[in-house]
């Protein structure tokens, strides 16, 4: 499905109410399954999250979770502690492209039987479920945050608890942390000093009572919501629900980043409200070492804006759903901008040029057809397979219809 989006304006003061937190929903299902005396609200709809869900509760011996690669790290730590049980965990064409040897290894220093059943380090993988009696594992630090959180989630299962070390500079600690508050608000004792991470086997989740969590919406998904305030005029304002000033999510941290680009937020009870308060910079630069997600949806914003842009701590974009940095590059490009890219950063200089019906293609990535859609406040453009929001953000374009987007089916 490709979708035409007219050149639009945002209706001031509207209001949405966003799914719950993708990442929280998913390491919250993995925690249930394990102690299923925790109960869950406002959980996510996005595929992701129907994905293991479904994964979660298949008696099947075969496992294909297609694109979703959170569900793919997680259930791989998840199946290596289900006793006397044997799956093939796989995935879509992109997913068996994508490095899991790095959590197969850990899992392997713990005692898990793990097998690569085609490419050596990538999925699909034969796992045969087994009692772990290892607890100590070291990982570099600068790994991909869901092979650690797999890790920490499954801990507290593990015979002898989990003690985790991490050498180097640690990459995305606030995912690290949102997993290991999780954990806590679940009565799993944790620690995290220095480099090292604790996960305590007894825990107050076994008692049998049952306990209710209720799932944060999503930041990540609020970043388009971000953007289309960023480009609308002076005084436009969104209202969004339900979020808390305390978040666990990294990426709360737009609050603070996108003030670079005129926006200012409000919390009141469980509600931001964002809106365009003044003028961007001139010029952008940020470390998005721990808030990678957002990294398109702010270049394009700067994009939009005519900004110069500098973006650094980008080198996990490279193993997500696509290349993230080589897709901006060659769609920012379609459009006018001049972008260079390095392994772990993207540079946007200044640009009066933003070509209108521009064909954007989303390369089977949910925030590429996101980040992209707020052009159409500047230019009339084309969301090629729109239909892929649908991992993380499925009411995705019903909701900019709702807030004043003209958009069509082409």
Not at 220 to 244: D, H, K, M, N, P
Not at 345 to 359: D, V
Request: hydrophobic letters at 40%; a negative charge.
């Amino acid at each position: 499905m490709n979708l035409q989006l007219q050149i639009s304006k945002v209706n001031s003061r509207s209001e949405i109410r966003l799914s719950g937190s993708k990442s929280e929903t998913n390491r919250l299902l993995l925690l249930q399954s394990l102690h299923p005396n925790l109960l869950l609200e406002n959980t996510s709809d996005s595929d992701d999250s129907i994905a293991m869900q479904q994964a979660l509760s298949t008696s099947e011996t075969s496992i294909d979770i297609h694109h979703a690669g959170t569900a793919m790290r997680f259930l791989t730590a998840y199946f290596a502690i289900q006793q006397n049980r044997e799956i093939i965990l796989t995935g879509s064409q992109r997913m068996q492209e994508r490095p899991i040897s790095i959590l197969v290894d850990a899992l392997r220093q713990l005692g898990a039987d793990i097998q690569y059943e085609k490419g050596e380090g990538f999925p699909p993988l034969r796992i045969k479920g087994k009692k772990l009696s290892g607890n100590q594992v070291t990982l570099a630090a600068n790994v991909s945050s869901q092979y650690i959180s797999a890790l920490l989630l499954i801990g507290s299962s593990l015979e002898n608890g989990l003690e985790l070390t991490l050498e180097g500079e640690i990459t995305s600690v606030p995912y690290i942390n949102m997993t290991l508050s999780l954990l806590q608000e679940s009565g799993i004792q944790t620690d995290f000093t220095k480099n090292k991470i604790t996960v305590n086997r007894k825990s107050k989740v076994e008692s049998g009572k049952s306990q209710t969590l209720v799932v944060e919406s999503d930041w990540s998904s609020a970043s388009y919501f971000y953007s289309i305030v960023a480009l609308s005029e002076i005084g436009t304002q969104i209202t969004l629900a339900s979020f808390r000033a305390d978040s666990f999510q990294g990426d709360s941290a737009l609050a603070q980043i996108y003030t670079a680009f005129g926006v200012e937020t409000t919390f009141a009870g469980d509600q931001i409200t964002i809106q365009k308060q003044h003028e961007a910079s001139k010029a952008i630069e940020f470390n998005l070492n721990h808030t990678p997600d957002i990294a398109q949806t702010i270049a394009v914003t700067a994009f939009a804006l005519g900004l110069r842009c500098q973006l650094t701590g980008l080198h996990t974009l490279q193993i997500k759903e696509t290349n993230r940095l080589a897709a901006l590059q060659s769609e920012l490009t379609k459009l006018g901008a001049t972008v260079t890219t390095t392994q772990d950063s993207l540079t946007l200089e200044p640009s009066a040029i933003l070509r209108p019906n521009i064909h954007i293609q989303t390369y089977n990535d949910h925030r590429m057809a996101m980040a992209f859609a707020p052009l159409a406040l500047k230019v009339p453009i084309v969301i090629e397979d729109a239909g892929v929001v649908s991992k993380s953000y499925p009411a995705f374009w019903d909701d900019l219809k709702k807030i004043g987007f003209k958009i069509s089916e082409v």
